[in-house]
């Protein structure tokens, strides 16, 4: 049994997985209200983020509402048949895969006499076991206090007792419920203050990685897609990368060389999912800056999956919450990967209809179609770059050096007084480029 940390599920736990199928009875048929995918799929994905922490699911399955009750969510009838197979089964956890109030939460854990959670919750869980860096944990714990401190719903008796006030004319004091949600308050006021700091230096990183000349790039895309894969095939690192829903929590930053010699920044951030809480956009906002201040964004879409298209629009909505649109945000280039888990006809089909201009076909797991999106990248980088020529002493070497720093050498010619040479400069190169070699174009 491992503790992951405040108020987290030790492991390994017996679950049961629901995913309930919340409908509305119109005129004619009943509509799911959560109709961007099937209901087998969304199970299929919260299975997933079970097994990320390892969990033992002893039972799962879709269960309709036709009308959803205030106080459990379920009917009583339906109640009183899971808390059978509960009992008899010897559950330690419950996963909804639904968002559940306070009152829902607290009820259904007293009728089914076991722990109960819900989306958020199980989210939260991966992201505290997968937290590495001081400031993944600092937003985890953010995110956790901010959703648990909607949960003081009285569920226990002490939260009913009240703290005499000072003074013989002293009021009735503070309830216990009161008194704990100011301590969280506290708590995430601290925190707040710790990530503020967190985001003050990552901006004086990001300032600096501004006065060098390499454009940073930016991995997106839904949870699972091949992100880390394919940072790992462009970048020949070793980060963390398995088949695995939220497998990479913490950013990390490498530098890549493109075909033409151009260095880039590539990033590799955390997975988006679906239905994902605002607050817990909001707290690891700190890490998803990176995106924000990306000169290119790659969406990394699988493909493979069924769910593909509701998965990629996902991914768009999370972008646009974060402020990142076609109209204020960086360009976007579709990588479509693991085209290796295709019907090789299909698969035939995707690459000839991709184009010099559409999405970029690959499998990050076997390198196909690397090239093609290496050229992409290079092509886009180099669109805003100016080609100059310039003329500088033989004598004067320390600027002969910066020239290969602030520039890509394209060509070189050396005479006996001059060095004669074409270079590439970046866009963001092209101001104190000038400004330094003024005297030598």
Known sequence: MKDTGVDRLPQ??????????????????QADLRGNRSPEARLEEALGLSAAINLNIAHSGVVRVNSPKPAT???????????????????????????LTPVQQRNLERRLKTKVIDRTGLILEIFGD????????????????????????????????????????????????EADRRQIQDRIIALQKQLEQVRRTRDLHRKKRKKIPQPV???????????????????????????????TLDPTLRKVALPHGKEIILSDTVGFISDLPTHLVAAFRATL????????????????????????EDVKKTLTDLGVDALTGA?????????????????????????????IALSALTGEGIEQLYTRVDTFMAQHDDILTVKIPVADGA????????????????????????VRVSDKQRGPFRELYAAYL
């Open 217 to 247: 790039v930016a991995l997106v895309g839904y949870t699972n897609a091949g992100k880390s894969t394919l940072f790992n095939r462009m970048t020949e690192s070793d980060v963390f990368a398995k088949d695995l829903l939220f497998a």
């Open 331 to 359: 360009p976007i280039i579709e990588v479509w990967n693991k085209i290796d888990c295709l019907d090789p006809a299909y698969r035939d089909k995707l690459l000839e209809d991709a184009g010099d201009e559409g999405p």
């Open 12 to 29: 390994p736990f017996r679950a049961m997985i629901l995913e309930p199928v919340l409908q509305l009875r119109g005129e004619s048929s």
């Open 130 to 177: 997968r937290a590495r860096t001081k400031e993944g944990r600092l937003q985890v714990d953010l995110a956790h206090l901010t959703w648990q401190k909607s949960r003081l719903v009285r569920s226990w008796t002490h939260l009913e007792r009240q703290r005499g006030g000072a003074g013989f004319m002293g009021g009735p004091g503070e309830t216990q419920i």
């Open 399 to 422: 600027l002969l050096a910066k020239l290969y720093q602030m520039a890509e050498v394209l060509e070189r010619t050396d005479a006996e007084d001059f060095v004669t040479a074409e």
């Open 289 to 312: 800056e990176e995106v924000l201040e990306a000169d290119l964004i790659l969406h990394v879409r699988d493909i493979s999956h069924p769910d593909t298209e509701a998965q990629a």
């Open 73 to 99: 969510l379920f009917g009583d009838g339906k109640v009183a048949e899971l808390a059978g197979i509960v009992a008899s089964e010897d559950l330690d956890l419950v996963v909804i895969d639904h968002p």
